[in-house]
């Protein structure tokens, strides 16, 4: 195999600026929604009434029990035939979002539930809310405690925004396929796309790791 | 910080017929208790006895299935301007029989707070957070003036230097004395504490009942559930004692503890005293 330097170098432009209009965008948009409706899910999953609470564990299982892929088609190939028809990054960010919502609202869920009794109390003793001591007193140590599983949730979803290359969203996997489409290099804009992927996520690690310290400063060691 | 009028012996407190049950299990059968400005009162008794309860209903912790609990309109502790939230030293009158809502346990914890056994001091928050979170957050007093009472009440109980520590940094006797300052903080007219030194290692107890003792002589009207009968003696001015949800007993704390009538209190204290 002989090795096209000037391909790999020219490649590397657009796989980055994929990473940078696409991947990276679509991964910040869904998670921020996905998180803001997983809140809401665990909410309404922890909430006395048993309608709600029924309601979003049946969300959570459609979401945890079908493939990314047929969610993601279902919306962008799917809806049009109810009438409703959605542009690629519109379709992508909806998919990403209900699916993050799902998964992070069980992380969540656990995380308020994690936190003893006594802090709800010790919020109510002070002449607290339930708001306010869910936002003041109960999330705080909440995060703390979600912060590990939900950043496995993000690094995921940073990989898992490659699906969207099949609904027609451009980004850094689409930008790597339709350049080896062109060049007949597969393995070498493949392992590009990968390489990519990974510098990436292995930001993303390092940063959750500060991220964690920080939280953790209040917690025995 | 001292009473407004030491000798005002109005009743701060007064709560009748309360009834809770928990599914089947009936733990309060019908519980009369009056506190007077000043006054300090120990519930007792063994546990079950719906003591704990009692204490938890008076902050809306619990809410009991029946019975009234009012508070007289004598104005918070602290004094001219002290109110914590507008209208916290007027008269109050819940019946439980009927719905009281949100707004009737709101009210109800305008006007008393809780120190727990285990402390439950906000982890994520510095002590000084710990101790103006209520009057910030949910009195709206100004920072600074919060802060300023905050650090005072800190100082009396020698933990000034400790401001900026979070909980996990501080011991358990320390731990509670700021959850004792946490509840002044809010100047109630009722101070509630359950089983304070219950979690602490023996030899942090003594600290914990000296800060106690203190506010008693102060003039603070407190409710303890306590299984210190020692200090039960020394700081309370009346002792309740409490057996399967009824009052059995109560009066001066050297008659109840030094000379019980009730068989029942006869066992209880001397069963307690043997322990110790």
Redesign the interface.
Same mark, same amino acid.
């Given at each position: 195999m002989t090795f096209n330097w000037d391909l790999v170098w020219s490649s590397f432009g657009p796989i980055i600026g994929g990473a940078l209009t696409g991947t990276i965008p679509l991964t910040l948009a869904s998670f921020a929604f996905g998180l803001l409706l997983a809140l809401l899910v665990a909410l309404l999953r922890l909430s006395p009434n048993k309608v709600l609470s029924a309601v979003a564990r049946f969300y959570v299982s459609v979401i945890r029990g079908t493939p990314l892929l047929v969610q993601l088609f279902v919306i962008f190939y799917g809806l049009p035939s109810l009438g409703v028809k959605l542009e690629p990054w519109p379709s992508a960010i909806i998919a990403f979002s209900l699916n993050v919502g799902g998964y992070a609202a069980e992380i969540i869920r656990a995380a308020i539930l994690s936190v003893?009794k006594? !802090?709800w109390?010790?919020g109510?003793?002070?002449?607290?809310?339930g708001t !306010?001591t869910l936002l003041?007193?109960i999330l705080? !140590?909440a995060a703390?405690v979600s912060v590990p599983p939900l950043s496995n949730t993000f690094i995921s979803l940073v990989k898992d925004t490659s699906l969207a290359s099949l609904i027609l969203v451009t980004e850094l996997f689409r930008n790597a396929q339709q350049i080896a489409a062109f060049s007949q290099e597969f393995m070498v804009l493949y392992l590009q796309a990968a390489l990519v992927y990974w510098v990436v996520c292995l930001a993303l690690s390092t940063a959750q790791s500060a991220l964690e310290r920080r939280l953790d400063?209040?917690?025995?060691h | 910080m001292s009473p407004t009028d030491p000798v005002d012996a109005s009743v701060v407190l007064s709560a009748r017929g309360l009834t809770k049950s928990f599914g089947s299990n009936t733990v309060l059968r019908g519980i009369d208790l009056d506190v007077r400005r000043g006054q300090v009162v120990a519930l007792i008794g063994p546990s079950g006895s719906g003591k704990t309860t009692v204490l938890r209903s008076l902050?809306? *912790?619990e809410v009991p299935d029946g019975g009234t609990v009012s508070f007289g309109g004598t104005g918070t502790f602290g004094g001219a301007g002290a109110a914590?939230?507008a209208g916290a030293g007027t008269p109050l009158a819940l019946d439980f029989g009927a719905t009281v809502g949100?707004r009737g346990i %709101?009210a109800l914890?305008?006007r008393s707070? +809780?120190v727990?056994q285990?402390y439950? *001091?906000? =982890?994520? +928050?510095t002590v000084l957070k710990n101790v103006t979170?209520?009057p910030v957050?949910?009195?709206k007093r100004p920072k600074a003036d919060a802060e300023a009472d905050a650090l005072r009440l800190l100082a009396r109980v020698g933990l000034a230097d400790k401001r900026d520590a979070? =909980?996990?940094?501080l011991s358990g006797g320390q731990q509670q004395r700021v959850g004792i300052v946490? %509840?002044l903080a *809010?100047k109630p007219q009722l101070l509630l504490f359950d089983e304070p030194t219950s979690a602490l290692d023996p030899e942090l107890v003594g600290e914990v009942l000296a800060v106690i003792k203190e506010l008693a002589e102060e003039g603070w009207t407190m409710v303890i559930v306590t299984h210190e009968l020692g200090f039960a003696r020394h700081v309370a001015d009346e002792v309740v004692f409490m057996d399967g949800g009824i009052v059995v007993e109560r009066g001066p704390a050297a008659d109840v503890l030094g000379a019980p009538q009730q068989e029942r209190t006869k066992q209880f204290v001397k069963r307690i005293q043997h322990e110790v």
């Open positions: 003893p006594g !802090q109390e010790a109510h003793t002070i002449g607290m809310s !306010q003041r007193i705080p !140590q703390r400063r209040y917690v025995a | 902050n809306g *912790l914590g939230r949100k %709101a914890r305008d707070a +809780m727990f285990h439950n *001091l906000f =982890p994520h +928050m979170e209520g957050q949910v009195q979070y =909980p996990f940094q946490r %509840a *809010l």
